[in-house]
């Protein structure tokens, strides 16, 4: 795209061991677009959804417009790009194990690596 820069990066965020919630990404700080998640080598057995806040500090569940949990089946290794607009405008992002009914807590340390664009 002539005449146009493209910004990409990768951050990761890690959940801990016994815990179901990354750590906070600030979209600001990175680009603003989340673009793609790559999954760890090893998972513990779990759909992720997502946390935003606009002030770091309280946090609710992602929906989308037709206020549908924003819900990806994930996989060890796998690759996951998201539609980029589904989180436009949020500014801190968590990534959960399961859901806020059903929280998976893993099994050991887990880094994800997101991609993270304008």
Do not use: H
């Not at 929906?63 to 539609?83: M, S």
């Amino acid at each position: 795209m002539s005449g146009m820069q493209e910004f990409r990066q990768t951050t990761t965020t890690t959940i801990a061991n016994g815990a179901s919630q990354s750590a906070a990404i600030d979209l600001t700080d990175r680009g603003r677009l989340l673009l793609c998640i790559q999954m760890p080598a090893a998972w513990t057995a779990a759909n992720i959804t997502f946390l935003a806040s606009n002030d770091g500090v309280t946090y609710g569940p992602v929906y989308d417009q037709y206020l549908e949990l924003t819900v990806y089946n994930v996989a060890a290794l796998a690759y996951l790009a998201v539609p980029y607009w589904k989180f436009m405008g949020m500014r801190y992002l968590k990534i959960r194990s399961g859901t806020a009914g059903t929280p998976v807590n893993q099994g050991a340390g887990r880094t994800l690596t997101l991609v993270i664009g304008s």
